[in-house]
C-alpha cells in the first residue's frame, strides 16, 4: 500500500535520482573540464561550458528539493545525519559552492587566459571533490556505522565516514557522473555535426564506462563488510532482481549503442542505468533511511504536514515541469527528449 | 568565543552574505523587465542595453545567492540539528514552497539569460516576469518561516516534542503579514538605491550618458517610492510586535518599566543594571503613541519579563536605531527626489543632489541587515520563541572553530570575487551603443 511516507520517500528518491542525473552530468562536466587535452583542448571545454550554461542552475536545485523533503518529512533522521556527517557535509557544501560560483565568475570575468584557467581550475576542482563527497555521504548512511541512541548520536565524527567502503562509493558516483557527462557532451556534439569533437567524448566515455563497471564490482564486493544491509538487500530479495536487471540492460545498451556511436541511444541507455544504480540503493535498504537506526515510518512527520507536503509538490510540480520542459526544448535541442532516432 | 558563539557567528555571518544577494536576486529582475517593457514602447536602444546590464548583474549575484542559500539549507541541520529535528516538521512547509518558487526562478532565469534573441520576444519577457515573481514569491515563503520562529503557533509542547500540529496555522503565524511585507519592501528598496547611487556615481563622470540617466531615473524611481511606502509598513509592524511580541518591543526601545505614557527613546545607551537609558533622547509618550496609536496606552517593560528570557538589549536596540536613521534618510531622500523632480519637471541631475544619492546608495542595505538584526537578536535567547532555546538547539560537533572559518573565509572569498567582477562589468562596458559584449552567455551567440 502506498502510504504518505512511502510517497514522500519516493519524491525525495526521484529528486536524487534527478539531481544525479542533471546535477551529476554537471559535475562530470567539470572534469572533463580538468582533463580536456588533445588538439581540440579549448573546444571540448567551450562545448562543456555551452551544455551547462543555461541549465547548471536548475538542476542543481533538486539537492536543494531532496534535502527539503529529508528534513520536512524525515526531521529526526536529517538531524542525526547532520550530526554525524557534520565533517563530510560540510567540505560537500564547500564544493557545492565553488563549484556554481566559479563557472559562473567564469563565464562573466574576461576572456584573459591566467583568469579563465584560474576559474576554470576551482570549478573542475570542486566538480571532482563535490561527487567524492556526495557518494561519501551516502556510502555512510547505507554503512549502518552511524549509531543513535535515546535520539542522541552516539558515534564519532569521522570514523563512520572514513571507511574503505564509503570511499569506494564516492569514486563510484565520481566515475558515474564522468560517464554521464562524456556521453551527454558526445551527443551534443554530434547533434551540432562536430564530429572530431565528437569522437573525443567518445573515446572519453568508453574510458569511463570501463571505469564505472570496474568501480561498481569493487563496491559491491565492500559492501558485504562495509554495509551489510545492502548487499543482503541486493542479494536476498527477489524483487529487487528486476532492478539488477534493468541496470544490466540499460548498462549494455548504453555501452553497446557508444560504441556504435548511435549517441541519443546511448544517452537514454546512461539516463536509465544511472537511475537503476540509485533505485537499487533505495530498494536495497528499505525500509532504512538512515541505517539502523531511521526507518521511513519511525522518522516521519506528522500525517497532516506529510499530506501538506505532498500536495505542495504536486502544485509544485505543475509548475515546475512544464516550465523545465521549456528550458531544455530551448537549449537542448527541437525535441529534448527524443531518444531512440539514429544520428 | 565559546561553543554557541561560533555556531550563531556563522549563522549570522551566512545570512548576513546571503542575504544581500537574495534580496539582488528579487529586486534585480524587477528592473530587467522594466527596461524590456520600455524597450518593447519606445524602441529606444538604451532600455535593451540597461536591461542587457541588469541581467549580467542578476546572472553574477544569482549564482552566488543560490549557492549561498543551498549551503544554509544544509548549515541549518549543521548548526541547529536539535531545532530542525524537532521543527523540521513545522517549518519545512514554507522551506518545500520556497524550493519550488526558487525552482522555478532558476528555470525562467535560466531561459532568460541564454534566450534573449534566441526565443519570441514574448517569451523572452514572459521569462523575465517569471524571474521577477518567483523571486518574491520564494523571498516571501522564506520570511514565513521567520515569523513561525519568532511567534510559534499551530502546535503545542509535550516532553520536548511538537503535538497537535496544524502546519497552516504553523505557517502563517501572526507576524507573517508585516514581516513578507516589510522584508519584501526592504529588498525593492535597498537594490533601488544601491542601483540610484552607483547610476548617480557614473553619471557624475559621465554626464551626458543618456543609457545612465535612464538607468538613474529608473532607479531612483522605484528608490523614492519604496522609501516612502515603508515607514508605513514600519508602523504596521511596530503595532503588530507591540500586540504579538512585546518583549521583543520592549528590547527594541530599551524600555524597562512598564508604563502608560511611554517615551519614545532615540539613541542612548542601555544599563541593564539600572534599567537606564543615558545620554538618549526621549520624546514624551512617543512609545505609546507608535505602539497603539494612542499616547496614554500602557506598554509593558522589560522589567515585567524574568531577566533569562530578555533578548540582548543593547545590541537589539542599536540595530533598531540604525534601521530607522537609515529608513529615515531613505525616506527623505525620497521626499527631496519628489521635491526636486516636481520643481523640474524632470528627473534631478544636480551635482549636488547626485552626491546625495551616491551617499545614500548604501543605506538600503544596511537598513535590510539591521532590519534582520532587530528580528533575530529580538528573538534570543529563544530560537524558536517560548519554545526551544537557542543554546539547546546547538549541535554537539564538540570544534566549530574550522566550520565558521571555513564558511567566513568562503564568503569573503565569494564576496571580493563578486565586487571585482561587477566593477568590471561596469567599467569595461563602453559608454555609447550595445557592445558585442565579451564573455557571457550574450558571448555564445
Known amino acids: 500500500m502506498l502510504t504518505t511516507e512511502l510517497a514522500l520517500g519516493a519524491v525525495m528518491m526521484g529528486a536524487l535520482c534527478l539531481y544525479a542525473v542533471f546535477g551529476g552530468a554537471d559535475f562530470g562536466g567539470g572534469v572533463w573540464d580538468l582533463f580536456a587535452s588533445g588538439p581540440r583542448k579549448a573546444e571540448q571545454r567551450k562545448l562543456i561550458e555551452k551544455a551547462i550554461g543555461p541549465i547548471w542552475e536548475a538542476n542543481h536545485v533538486w539537492l536543494i528539493l531532496a534535502v527539503v523533503a529529508l528534513f520536512a518529512a524525515f526531521p529526526t533522521a536529517w538531524s542525526a545525519i547532520c550530526i554525524a556527517l557534520h565533517i563530510p557535509l560540510t567540505l560537500f557544501v564547500v564544493g557545492v559552492v565553488f563549484r556554481g560560483s566559479a563557472f559562473t565568475f567564469r563565464a562573466y570575468d574576461d576572456r584573459n587566459d591566467k583568469r579563465q584557467q584560474r576559474w576554470g581550475l576551482l570549478f573542475s576542482l570542486a566538480s571532482v571533490a563535490s561527487p567524492i563527497l556526495l557518494g561519501m555521504l551516502a556510502g555512510t548512511v547505507a554503512s549502518g556505522r552511524i549509531t543513535v541512541v535515546d535520539d542522541v548520536v552516539t558515534s564519532d565524527y569521522v570514523t563512520p565516514w572514513l571507511q574503505p567502503f564509503p570511499i569506494v562509493v564516492g569514486l563510484f558516483a565520481l566515475a558515474l557522473f564522468a560517464y554521464l557527462a562524456a556521453v551527454f557532451l558526445a551527443a551534443e556534439a554530434s547533434a551540432a555535426g562536430a564530429v572530431e569533437l565528437t569522437e573525443d567524448f567518445r573515446k572519453r566515455a568508453l574510458l569511463a564506462g570501463v571505469v564505472v563497471g570496474a568501480v561498481a564490482i569493487v563496491t559491491f564486493a565492500l559492501s558485504f563488510r562495509g554495509a551489510p544491509r545492502i548487499s543482503a538487500g541486493l542479494t536476498e530479495r527477489l524483487w529487487t532482481w528486476p532492478l539488477h536487471l534493468g541496470t544490466a540492460a540499460a548498462a549494455t545498451t548504453a555501452f553497446v549503442a557508444l560504441w556504435k556511436r548511435r549517441y541519443a541511444l546511448a544517452r537514454l541507455g546512461v539516463v536509465a542505468q544511472t537511475i537503476f544504480i540509485l533505485l537499487g540503493w533505495a530498494v536495497s535498504q528499505y525500509p532504512y533511511l538512515l541505517v539502523p537506526t531511521h526507518t521511513l515510518q519511525s522518522a516521519a512527520a506528522n500525517p497532516r504536514t506529510q499530506v501538506l507536503l505532498l500536495v505542495a509538490i504536486a502544485a509544485g510540480s505543475v509548475l515546475l515541469f512544464p516550465s523545465l520542459y521549456v528550458l531544455y526544448r530551448i537549449f537542448k535541442g527541437e525535441k529534448p527528449f527524443r531518444v531512440l532516432d539514429r544520428e | ?445
Open chain 2, 1 to 445: 568565543m565559546d561553543h554557541l558563539t561560533y555556531a550563531r557567528a556563522q549563522m549570522g555571518f551566512s545570512l548576513a552574505f546571503h542575504m544581500l544577494f537574495a534580496a539582488v536576486g528579487v529586486a534585480l529582475p524587477l528592473f530587467m523587465v522594466i527596461a524590456d517593457l520600455l524597450y518593447r514602447r519606445t524602441g529606444d536602444r538604451d532600455w535593451l542595453e540597461f536591461s542587457k546590464r541588469m541581467a549580467k548583474g542578476t546572472a553574477i549575484l544569482f549564482a552566488v545567492g543560490a549557492v549561498s542559500g543551498t549551503a544554509l539549507s544544509f548549515e541549518l541541520g549543521l548548526l541547529w540539528p536539535r531545532f530542525m529535528g524537532t521543527f523540521g516538521e513545522i517549518i519545512g512547509l514554507p522551506f518545500a514552497m520556497e524550493g519550488f518558487a526558487f525552482f522555478t526562478e532558476a528555470i525562467f532565469l535560466g531561459i532568460y539569460l541564454y534566450g534573449r534573441g534566441k526565443i519570441p520576444s514574448g517569451l523572452h519577457l514572459a521569462a523575465g516576469i517569471g524571474v521577477a515573481l518567483s523571486g518574491a514569491i520564494s523571498a516571501f515563503f522564506v520570511t514565513l518561516v521567520n515569523a513561525t520562529m519568532n511567534l510559534p503557533r499551530g502546535f503545542e509542547m509535550l516532553d520536548g516534542h511538537p503535538i497537535n500540529i496544524d502546519p497552516l496555522a504553523a505557517m502563517f503565524s501572526v507576524p507573517w503579514k508585516h514581516e513578507t511585507l516589510h522584508a519584501l519592501l526592504a529588498c525593492y528598496q535597498a537594490t533601488a538605491f544601491a542601483l540610484a547611487g552607483i547610476h548617480a556615481a557614473v553619471l557624475l563622470r559621465h554626464p551626458t550618458s543618456a543609457l545612465f540617466r535612464k538607468a538613474f531615473a529608473v532607479s531612483l524611481l522605484v528608490a523614492s517610492v519604496t522609501a516612502l511606502l515603508q515607514p508605513i509598513s514600519g508602523d504596521h509592524s511596530a503595532h503588530s510586535i507591540a500586540e504579538s511580541e512585546p518583549l521583543k518591543l520592549a528590547a527594541i526601545e530599551a524600555h524597562f518599566k512598564t508604563q502608560t505614557h511611554a517615551p519614545l527613546r532615540i539613541g542612548g545607551i542601555p544599563d541593564l543594571e539600572t534599567g537606564e537609558v543615558r545620554y538618549g533622547l526621549e520624546i514624551p509618550s512617543g512609545l505609546s503613541l507608535l505602539a497603539t496609536h494612542d499616547p496614554a496606552a500602557e506598554v509593558k517593560g522589560l522589567n515585567d519579563f524574568p531577566r533569562e528570557d530578555w533578548p540582548p538589549v543593547a545590541k537589539t536596540h542599536y540595530a533598531f536605531e540604525v534601521m530607522v536613521g537609515a529608513g529615515s534618510a531613505m525616506a527623505g531622500l525620497g521626499v527631496l527626489a519628489a521635491f526636486l523632480a516636481w520643481r523640474k519637471k524632470a528627473v534631478p541631475t544636480q551635482r549636488w543632489f547626485l552626491w546625495a544619492v551616491v551617499a545614500s546608495g548604501p543605506l538600503g542595505f544596511i537598513a535590510l541587515e539591521a532590519g534582520w538584526l532587530v528580528t533575530e537578536l529580538g528573538r534570543q535567547p529563544w530560537i524558536m520563541h517560548g519554545v526551544m532555546r537557542t543554546r539547546d538547539a546547538v549541535t554537539p560537533f564538540p570544534n566549530l572553530l574550522p566550520p565558521f572559518w571555513t564558511f567566513t573565509g568562503l564568503y569573503l572569498f565569494l564576496g571580493v570575487s563578486v565586487v571585482y567582477l561587477l566593477f568590471r562589468q561596469l567599467r569595461t562596458a563602453p559608454m555609447e551603443a550595445a557592445p558585442p559584449s565579451v564573455g557571457g552567455p550574450d558571448a555564445h551567440h
